[in-house]
């Protein structure tokens, strides 16, 4: 009851909690390698996508193959697909993480793309930038408060491509 009022308090709907689409990352984030000629090394994520593809299956088949699948059986099989989806996401989220035969703890979704070395970081914040420039903010008496002006030097060192790229096609 009190995360229904949480929910009524804060605006938040219910179904914003549900997936419909489960994200899958693009291959070079999980990759397969070949060790040896017969040999294949993979990343986590491909082996937790395979439970989800096979427990979906099975579900699939449950739901389409025998019109007298007693409903129990069929709530297992959902509860199943629910539980290797919450391992794929946040592999521990249910309690005991899911472990490999070597006993290592599978990298879930959010390992790969949260922390210090997940992938938000590396790739997204942690981006060289190509100029950097300090002035000092000062008042623009002809320029409307939402607007702000740039001296024209720092405005053509920013858009220097740009403005070649113009310039090229318009001799062209």
Same mark, same amino acid.
């Given at each position: 009851m009190?995360?229904?009022?949480?929910?009524?308090r804060t &605006?938040i =709907? !219910?179904e914003?909690?549900v997936?419909c689409?489960? !994200?899958?990352?693009? !291959?070079e984030l999980?990759s397969i390698?070949?060790i *040896?000629d017969?040999k294949l090394?993979?990343s *986590?994520? &491909? +082996?937790?996508?395979?439970r989800v593809?096979y427990r &979906? %299956?099975t579900? @699939?088949? /449950?739901?389409?193959?025998s $019109?007298s699948? !007693? +409903? +129990?059986?069929v709530m297992?099989?959902?509860?199943l #697909?629910q539980?290797? #989806?919450d391992?794929?996401?946040? &592999?521990g989220?249910?309690?005991?993480?899911?472990r490999d035969?070597?006993n290592k703890?599978?990298k879930?979704?959010? *390992?790969?793309?949260?922390g210090?070395?997940?992938r938000f970081r590396?790739?997204?914040? =942690?981006?060289r930038i *190509?100029? /950097?420039? $300090?002035?000092v @903010? #000062? @008042?623009g008496l002809s320029?409307s408060?939402?607007?702000?002006g740039?001296l024209? =030097?720092i405005a053509? =060192?920013?858009?220097?491509t740009?403005?070649?790229? %113009?310039?090229?096609q318009?001799?062209?």
């Amino acid at each position: 009851m009190e995360l229904a009022k949480h929910f009524i308090r804060t &605006n938040i =709907e !219910p179904e914003w909690m549900v997936l419909c689409l489960l !994200p899958v990352l693009p !291959p070079e984030l999980r990759s397969i390698i070949q060790i *040896d000629d017969d040999k294949l090394m993979s990343s *986590d994520i &491909n +082996e937790l996508y395979r439970r989800v593809i096979y427990r &979906n %299956n099975t579900l @699939i088949d /449950l739901l389409t193959t025998s $019109r007298s699948t !007693p +409903e +129990e059986l069929v709530m297992c099989q959902e509860k199943l #697909v629910q539980e290797v #989806v919450d391992t794929l996401l946040d &592999n521990g989220i249910r309690g005991q993480p899911m472990r490999d035969g070597n006993n290592k703890v599978y990298k879930s979704f959010f *390992d790969i793309i949260e922390g210090k070395e997940g992938r938000f970081r590396e790739t997204l914040l =942690e981006k060289r930038i *190509d100029y /950097l420039r $300090r002035s000092v @903010i #000062v @008042i623009g008496l002809s320029l409307s408060l939402h607007r702000y002006g740039l001296l024209r =030097e720092i405005a053509i =060192e920013l858009f220097r491509t740009f403005l070649i790229r %113009n310039l090229i096609q318009s001799l062209l």
